[in-house]
């Protein structure tokens, strides 16, 4: 059922306040734009399953009182990539959640698993994806487009049931709940996680790892509020090499690479420059201190993936390679060092302990 109507959302929010639990799903377009386009909300309950048309000027406080309720679980596939756009959208919380995604990964299953295979491989249901690309801005809908939005939400408190059922049987059941805090909450921050986007940098010096981190968190303000991609400003290539150079005022910008860059680019990159004084007032993502040999990286690795090869669940959850070699790196220099999510909670507790242990005794 679709939508559109106050009328008909408050219909639909009466039902949602007396239920347990809802299914959750969204659709949106997501080009030349920093924040995706909010274009279509489906919940489901036990019984009826409806389609939110976002693209309509409806009063949506009460639904988004339904997402903050703490008494009513909302089920999402892959949540850390619709609570974002929830939260943005309707300016609210998502309280109370089961990411049946999360879920499965704890119970053995590929990280990252598609809904798709869960319903195959559990339930034995085949769903299509062929409209997952499509514009979900057009209206109306298709009716590929509306089958599909339906067929996302239609099983999965189903299949919810499945995976909770397998998860109080399981030792990971207060893992799974741990995790679940930490992806609630996801949202738009990319300021505080600004490392992620401009790759390694870690080969420069404090200098140029301190200028690199200034500009990406300008342009990655300027992305925000223009609501564009970063690369429309420029590109990480473009960023090494102004970081590098250090301008001081807009004349410093003769470089070939950069004579292009539009003045109020320019302008905003100096500001940035200048604004700060000292390396001590930003955070580098690593300090400076020897490296560790290849060598020694790679049996920090082996160690890891030997140590997880006893749980029952795909160990890429619990840490990236690269977070691996930052603790290594880390942990050379600071004995103390704690800003690392292998030293916090059920990670620490299933493996960030013994790595710790590991690699302090290997590195003095």
């Not at 903050?68 to 089920?75: M, Q, V």
């Not at 960023?239 to 003769?254: C, R």
């Not at 977070?323 to 620490?348: E, H």
Request: charge should be neutral; hydrophobic fraction near 35%; proline fraction near 2%.
């Amino acid at each position: 059922m679709i939508i559109n109507t106050n009328k008909q959302l408050n219909n639909v929010i009466e039902i949602l306040k007396n239920t347990s639990q809802i299914a959750v799903d969204t659709e949106f377009y997501w080009m030349r734009t920093y924040y995706p386009e909010l274009c279509l909300v489906q919940l489901a309950t036990e019984n009826e399953i409806f389609l939110i048309d976002t693209l309509k000027d409806l009063e949506f406080k009460k639904l988004k009182e339904i997402f903050e309720d703490k008494d009513i679980l909302k089920i999402i596939h892959s949540a850390t990539n619709d609570i974002p756009i929830i939260k943005r959208f309707f300016n609210c919380e998502v309280n109370n959640i089961f990411d049946t995604q999360l879920a499965a990964t704890f119970l053995g299953f590929q990280t990252q698993s598609s809904l798709k295979t869960l319903l195959k491989e559990i339930l034995d249901i085949e769903i299509e994806k062929e409209s997952q690309f499509s514009d979900w801005r057009n209206r109306p809908l298709t009716q590929n487009q509306l089958n599909y939005a339906i067929k996302d939400v239609e099983y999965l408190i189903q299949l919810k049931e499945y995976l909770q059922q397998q998860l109080a049987k399981s030792e990971y059941q207060d893992f799974f709940e741990q995790e679940l805090i930490e992806v609630q909450k996801t949202q738009f921050n990319s300021i505080e996680n600004i490392h992620a986007k401009i790759g390694n940098i870690q080969k420069f010096d404090e200098k140029t790892q301190r200028n690199a981190i200034l500009i990406a968190q300008w342009r990655e303000t300027i992305a925000q509020e223009k609501n564009i991609p970063v690369r429309f400003i420029f590109n990480n290539k473009i960023l090494y090499t102004i970081a590098h150079i250090n301008p001081k005022s807009l004349n410093s910008f003769e470089h070939s690479e950069l004579k292009s860059l539009k003045p109020w680019i320019k302008k905003g990159v100096v500001t940035a420059l200048n604004s700060y004084k000292s390396l001590d007032q930003v955070t580098l993502e690593q300090k400076s201190g020897s490296k560790l040999s290849t060598e020694l990286n790679d049996k920090i690795i082996d160690f890891f993936d030997t140590y997880t090869k006893q749980l029952k669940f795909d160990s890429s959850i619990i840490a990236s390679r690269k977070d691996i070699r930052s603790l290594a790196y880390n942990l050379n220099i600071d004995t103390n060092y704690k800003n690392n999510k292998l030293l916090n909670g059920w990670r620490y507790e299933i493996v960030g302990k013994k790595l710790k242990e590991y690699i302090l005794s290997n590195t003095k």
